[in-house]
């Protein structure tokens, strides 16, 4: 069939959730057995969020082609099991460096390079590209930010285009919000009629409105919106909250989202999506009665989307091990040798953030050194494992100013390295080791047995290393180095022997973490935590 285009739009407020609505309709169209794929047009102007802290935007997500994207295609992969790459995601920055790079070299002839034709022309071009591959049946295009925003009209004034231009192959869903002012103790419509004909005064009609809300909307009331905003009566549906966002999908396709788009797309709805997987999903994670706690140590706990694919990685290993997951966020700019032991005594696991830089680096030492001593099961995740290494190499090797050269240059045992091939480069875009590379396991390891296998593929995002340099005094005392790279010898993964389950690896498996599919590292340690409380 021809591919079919889905736009999904937000107003009134940011932060709605397009991406969790994207991902749940994804989600049911795949379980119904559609090939389909999901992308996210960022309006910002960076070409990446690759340099962007984590308090401005969240987690830097990265895909197996080497892309750093938005947190959202986390989601995207999370919910459809469908690996994205860097078409999945594209920035204004990439659109106008595109244009420019165009201009620059006279693919233009000269003439003047405008928003219209030119760059809704390169929108539009990225938006048709993953279409023209013949691998999918929808294509699902998440605009970000709200209507209104002067950033995103390019994206719109494009989406305008092309609804013209495909047709009945394409579908418009506007996610708004229905606040409720609890002092009247009503729910109130203006803002979605208003963000509609924001939407409308740029020539885009919205086929489809998902309204979020925290109160269940009355049947007039949706048919009052459905009036005042020239929307069919059943294509108006409702997003309550929920207590996870993996209930989403369920709920969306009770109201039929999955139905009505088909139906607008001139598709025969025939039979139902095979949800049961899903479902048993839903029903464990709803229905785990005894806790598993996990403590985060980390940097920026304060921020609800700094850690997500941890975060919900753990979530998946602990709902398959049959346990509800108890999170505690350890700051590691306040975890000191005197109040470590009050900070970690009662988790049954612990996780050592990834990131950058020295900020809340002694934190982490200081929790490494109480967990090992303690046998505490650990995992340490990039920067993670390179802390691990750095006290392991204070504390038990004897190299008291053990350090990595990204904290400290001078240090006189630099056990953490930078890559040789990045040492001229200055230039912080794009200087890392990123996307998913091969990790050869030694066949006794924790980790080989973990995963079932002694060759596995985990996505990168860093660019500083374990110093091989000092590997066979590390193996002597016994932190083994189990997992490397078959082409450069690089160290992915350590082990410390003897210990119930202190891993550390170079790279990031939450990546790959899915809710039909969790990351079996994620899995072994809950388990490991789990054996660690009884």
């Known amino acids: 069939m021809e591919t079919k285009y889905i736009f999904v739009t937000g107003g009134v407020v940011s932060s709605l959730g397009k991406g969790i609505i994207s991902s749940s309709l994804a989600a049911i169209l795949k379980a119904r057995g559609y090939r ?68 620059r070299r006279g693919d233009y002839l000269g003439k003047t390079v405008q928003i219209i034709p030119h760059i809704t022309d390169e929108i539009k071009r990225n938006v048709l590209r993953l279409g023209t591959t013949g691998d999918y049946d929808f294509i699902i295009t998440e605009i970000g930010g709200t209507v209104g925003d002067i950033e995103s009209l390019p994206f719109l004034e494009s989406v305008r285009q092309l609804k013209w231009e495909l047709g009945q192959n394409c579908v418009c869903i506007h996610l708004t ?56 009566a059943d294509a108006v549906i409702q997003s309550i909250d929920v207590p996870s966002i993996y209930e989403v999908p369920l709920s969306m396709h009770r109201q039929h989202l999955d139905e009505i788009v088909m139906a607008k797309t001139n598709i025969p709805v025939v039979g139902e999506p095979n949800m049961a997987p899903w479902v048993n999903f839903v029903d464990k994670m709803k229905n785990a009665t005894r806790e598993v706690t996990i403590g985060l140590v980390g940097k920026y706990v304060e921020l609800q989307d700094a850690y997500k694919s941890i975060n919900e990685s753990l979530l998946h290993a602990a709902v398959y091990n049959n346990r509800r997951l108890k999170l505690k966020y350890i700051h590691s700019e306040k975890l000191t040798g005197s109040n470590v032991d009050d900070m970690l005594k009662d988790l049954d696991g612990v996780v050592i953030a990834p990131g950058f830089g020295q900020r809340g680096i002694e934190g982490k030492f200081v929790a490494l050194k109480w967990c090992r001593e303690h046998d505490i099961p650990t995992f340490g995740i990039c920067l993670g494992m390179q802390c691990m290494v750095i006290e392991f190499a204070r504390n038990v090797l004897g190299l008291t100013d053990a350090n990595s050269t990204e904290m400290d240059p001078s240090t006189p045992h630099n056990v953490i390295d930078l890559m040789e091939e990045q040492k001229s480069v200055h230039n912080m875009g794009g200087t890392m080791r990123l996307g998913a590379y091969d990790c050869r396991l030694d066949e006794t390891s924790l980790a080989a047995k973990a995963y079932g296998s002694t060759t596995v593929s985990e996505r990168h995002r860093h660019r500083f290393e374990f110093n091989n340099d000092y590997r066979q005094q590390f193996e002597d005392a016994g932190m083994k180095c ?34 039909l599919n969790p990351s079996p590292l994620f899995l072994s340690f809950i388990n490991a935590a789990i054996h660690h409380q009884k």
Not at 79 to 101: E, L, M
Not at 487 to 514: A, C, D, F, N, R
């Open 482 to 515: 189990v997992g490397r790279n078959p082409e450069t010898g690089l160290v992915e993964v350590v082990e410390i022997q003897g210990k119930k389950w202190m891993i550390g690896t170079q790279y990031h498996p939450e990546y790959s973490s899915t809710v």
């Open 36 to 103: 389909v794929t999901i992308q996210k047009f960022d309006p910002y102007i960076n070409i990446d969020p690759g340099t962007l802290n984590p308090y401005e935007h969240g987690e830097c997500y990265v895909t197996v082609d080497g892309h750093e994207a938005d947190l959202d295609l986390g989601h995207y992969e999370r919910f459809t099991n469908v690996r994205t790459t860097r078409a999945n995601n594209v920035t204004t920055g990439r659109i106008y460096q595109s244009v420019i790079d165009k201009e």
């Open 177 to 232: 919000y229905v606040p409720y002012i609890s002092a009247a103790k009503e729910l109130k419509t203006k803002p979605t009629q208003h963000s509609v004909k924001q939407l409308q005064q740029v020539g885009i009609q919205p086929d489809i409105l998902v309204l979020r809300t925290e109160h269940e909307i009355p049947a007039s009331m949706l048919r009052k919106i459905a009036q005042f905003c020239n929307v069919s």
